[in-house]
């Protein structure tokens, strides 16, 4: 668990969002154990590949302080990460565990766990700052992979850009004024996943091209 990331992307401090720092504090006090700050990214910050998700969910990361761990989430996510060379390990147990990401770090857009899992507007773009900042400071970016409507919005606020001009579907490719790719996934929720919305079959051929492309197999996406 990295908490000593740059402040402009990461702050283990911030209580910006008084309802999500009332809940946090409620959750320490119910969950001694828990983590209960806001989650930092995770994964190599060299890497082409970033991952943008919704938000820490309350017995997954804001349990254990490292991104889609300790829930439903995270198994579809790592063991295909895995599959496709992004990770050393295809299962995420604790932010201790030795797992490492490989060319791919994994971000979200609300760094702190909200009630029922849903943000607010205003919650959203008091935290788009720090993902701003962590594009901006990412220029060896290639690839974008946002899960679901939340994350693909707040990637392209945080650039700058209309989002008329990028509307949200699944394996819906997007060419960023950067010349970065911009990739949409359904959410790997457990809603999702056990409504068949979102397939392992799906979600692999996902990665797959992401996979080719970076490793110059597939010229383009889109």
């Given at each position: 668990?990295?908490?000593?990331?740059?402040?402009?992307?990461?702050?283990?401090?911030?209580?910006?969002?008084?309802?999500?720092?009332?809940?946090?504090?409620?959750?320490?006090?119910?969950?001694?154990?828990?983590f209960?700050?806001?989650?930092?990214?995770?994964?190599?910050?060299?890497?082409?590949?970033?991952?943008?998700?919704?938000?820490?969910?309350?017995?997954?990361?804001?349990?254990?302080?490292?991104?889609?761990?300790?829930?439903?989430?995270?198994?579809?996510?790592?063991?295909?990460?895995?599959?496709?060379?992004?990770?050393?390990?295809?299962?995420?147990?604790?932010?201790?565990?030795?797992?490492?990401?490989?060319?791919c770090?994994?971000?979200?857009?609300?760094?702190?766990?909200?009630?029922?899992?849903?943000?607010?507007?205003?919650?959203?773009?008091?935290?788009?700052?720090?993902?701003?900042?962590?594009?901006?400071?990412?220029?060896?970016?290639?690839?974008?992979?946002?899960?679901?409507?939340?994350?693909?919005?707040?990637?392209?606020?945080?650039?700058?850009?209309?989002?008329?001009?990028?509307?949200?579907?699944?394996?819906?490719?997007?060419?960023?004024?950067?010349?970065?790719?911009?990739i949409?996934?359904?959410?790997?929720?457990?809603?999702?996943?056990?409504?068949?919305?979102?397939?392992?079959?799906?979600?692999?051929?996902?990665?797959?091209e992401?996979?080719?492309?970076?490793?110059?197999?597939?010229?383009?996406?889109?």
């Amino acid at each position: 668990m990295d908490v000593h990331e740059d402040r402009g992307v990461y702050d283990i401090d911030c209580r910006r969002c008084d309802r999500l720092a009332h809940y946090l504090d409620e959750t320490k006090r119910a969950y001694p154990t828990y983590f209960c700050r806001p989650v930092p990214p995770f994964g190599d910050k060299g890497a082409r590949f970033l991952i943008v998700g919704l938000a820490p969910g309350l017995h997954g990361a804001n349990a254990t302080g490292r991104a889609f761990t300790g829930d439903w989430c995270g198994p579809l996510l790592y063991s295909s990460l895995h599959r496709f060379g992004f990770a050393s390990r295809a299962a995420s147990l604790d932010a201790n565990d030795g797992l490492e990401l490989i060319d791919c770090r994994i971000s979200n857009s609300v760094k702190c766990a909200p009630p029922q899992n849903k943000p607010d507007l205003i919650e959203i773009r008091q935290c788009n700052r720090y993902l701003a900042v962590e594009l901006a400071r990412s220029p060896q970016l290639e690839i974008i992979l946002s899960l679901g409507t939340i994350a693909h919005r707040a990637v392209i606020e945080a650039l700058g850009l209309p989002i008329r001009m990028y509307r949200f579907g699944h394996h819906r490719h997007h060419l960023l004024p950067s010349g970065v790719k911009l990739i949409n996934s359904y959410h790997v929720s457990r809603y999702n996943t056990q409504t068949k919305r979102l397939t392992e079959p799906m979600f692999h051929a996902v990665l797959a091209e992401v996979r080719d492309f970076l490793d110059g197999v597939r010229p383009q996406l889109g």
